[in-house]
């Protein structure tokens, strides 16, 4: 299965600023998935990114708040922008086959606002 | 996608078997059934999936009821190191999309 390395592990920001969140495989994937975990919570599904079209985003995120890049089929980007403390949060990225193969994720980013 | 529940938690005692139920009475022939499990700050991490024969792995066995209305992971010896939250989670082999609707999972607590 493939591995995926995601940073920053953690950070603190100050409200108002904006974090890039990285995700590295070590295979070409064809879908990327970022998730967002609040605290105590379960996964919510934010946006599929699929290399060299438009990230897909599920119903209560929007671009302009989680913009995505994906410029090729190793790497992703999720940023978080102008914060606010309610985005404090764990981010996480997934990559996966299909429903016949089980979903890698990354260590995830816990992000924290002030 | 179909909806699983999971009871909330779990207890149970180290180096003894430990039986996860997952109900899905809404489950469609091509839903596949997935297990993921979260330890304490970590991502989730797959742990099997079936679709209608029972399976084996080297972390655990799924054992699928006859009418596939549910399931069950089974966790053969638990260890300390199996604290974790299960998610049981149904994955329509139709849908294109490839996402995972996650529930809120069961919290399995291990007592040394």
């Known amino acids: 299965s493939a591995v995926i390395s995601q940073k920053p592990s953690r950070d603190i920001c100050q409200r108002g600023t904006s974090l890039t969140i990285q995700c590295q495989v070590d295979?070409?994937?064809?879908?990327m998935f970022w998730y967002r975990q609040q605290p105590g919570q379960s996964l919510t599904l934010i946006a599929t990114?699929?290399?060299?079209?438009?990230?897909?985003?599920e119903s209560g995120f929007v671009i302009d708040k989680f913009p995505i890049s994906r410029p090729n089929l190793t790497f992703s980007t999720l940023t978080v922008s102008n914060m606010s403390p309610e985005d404090s949060s764990i981010y996480l990225c997934?990559?996966?086959?299909?429903?016949?193969?089980?979903?890698?994720f990354g260590s995830g980013t816990r992000l924290t606002v002030v | 996608d179909a909806k699983t529940t999971q009871p909330n938690s779990m207890e149970s005692n180290e180096e003894e078997p430990v039986h996860l139920p997952c109900n899905h009475s809404?489950?469609?022939?091509?839903?596949?059934i997935h297990w993921y499990r979260q330890l304490p700050s970590q991502g989730p991490e797959y742990v099997i999936h079936?679709?209608?024969?029972?399976v084996n792995n080297r972390m655990a066995s799924l054992a699928i009821a006859e009418d596939r209305k549910s399931s069950t992971l089974i966790l053969h010896r638990a260890t300390l190191r199996d604290a974790a939250v299960y998610y049981c989670?149904?994955?329509?082999?139709?849908?294109?999309?490839?996402?995972?609707?996650w529930g809120a999972g069961t919290k399995l607590i291990i007592k040394p």
């Open positions: 079936g679709l209608t024969s029972n």
């Open positions: 295979s070409q994937v064809t879908m």
């Open positions: 809404t489950i469609s022939g091509t839903d596949y």
């Open positions: 990114a699929n290399q060299g079209s438009e990230a897909t985003y």
């Open positions: 997934s990559v996966g086959g299909g429903p016949n193969y089980g979903y890698t």
């Open positions: 989670i149904l994955r329509d082999v139709l849908d294109s999309n490839y996402q995972l609707i």
